[in-house]
């Protein structure tokens, strides 16, 4: 069965520094890696996906992630960090036929000034 | 509007009473899921849609949890019999195919049972 594990469930950075959350995945069938974005009291925005192709995968804000088969992650990471950028992070993995998604349990990223 | 809706976006009822959340897809999406999001925690799968048709319910915690999406758009989530540990967000996506496109979310419902 998929599963999907944030080691970290709050990480604090101060603001231009560098930030890498961690996601490590186990899967049985072929991977696909989402990172899901949530601000305070809203739904959950798509941040980046690997469906195939480049293990590499960048964001229009400055974030990337890369596949890494061999050791089951799927990082994500930001060269430096804006204030804007607080939030809560998932991690997901499509967890059936249906397409529907298994999460992690989340990162708390706290951007400090 | 353009994204997917949800309504209410807060909820506070009563142990046993039955409550009922709607979800407005985005227009065209063939695709719409329901998840249960604890505090705390991730969301986690209830039940999926394939235009009108439940192909999976297999998170569904209990008989008292039932979702229809009967035109094959506005789905609602109805859950009866509402005991503490229903209290969560609910949230709802859809998506265009099921060939893996990504999910669109609401806001969510947050439920607090009393």
């Known amino acids: 069965a998929q599963s999907v594990t944030q080691l970290d469930s709050q990480v604090p950075v101060f603001e231009e520094a560098p930030v890498e959350l961690r996601c490590n995945y186990s899967?049985?069938?072929?991977?696909?890696l989402f990172w899901y974005v949530q601000y305070p009291n809203q739904g959950l925005q798509l941040l980046l996906k690997?469906?195939?192709?480049?293990?590499l995968v960048e964001s229009i804000n400055g974030f990337e992630a890369e596949f890494n088969k061999s050791q089951t992650s799927f990082h994500l990471r930001k060269p430096s960090v804006h204030i804007s950028d607080t939030a809560e992070y998932f991690c997901?993995?499509?967890?059936?036929?249906?397409?529907?998604?298994?999460f992690g349990k989340g990162t708390k990223l706290s951007v400090k000034p | 509007g353009a994204g997917v809706s949800q309504s209410p976006r807060y909820k506070v009822a009563k142990r046993g009473q039955d409550v009922a959340l709607r979800c407005d897809p985005i227009?065209?999406?063939?695709?719409l899921f329901w998840y249960q999001q604890a505090l705390g925690q991730g969301p986690e799968f209830l039940t999926y849609?394939?235009?009108?048709?439940?192909?999976?319910k297999s998170g569904l915690p209990s008989d008292r949890f039932f979702a229809e999406r009967p035109e094959g758009s506005v789905s609602t989530l109805k859950i009866q019999r509402t005991q503490q540990e229903d209290s969560a967000v609910y949230l709802c996506?859809?998506?265009?195919?099921?060939?893996?496109?990504?999910?669109?979310f609401g806001d969510g419902t947050r439920l607090s049972i009393l």
């Open positions: 227009s065209g999406h063939v695709s």
């Open positions: 899967s049985s069938v072929s991977v696909y």
């Open positions: 690997y469906l195939s192709g480049s293990t």
């Open positions: 996506a859809s998506s265009l195919t099921l060939l893996y496109q990504p999910q669109h």
């Open positions: 849609f394939q235009n009108e048709a439940q192909l999976d």
């Open positions: 997901a993995v499509i967890g059936g036929s249906q397409g529907n998604l298994i």
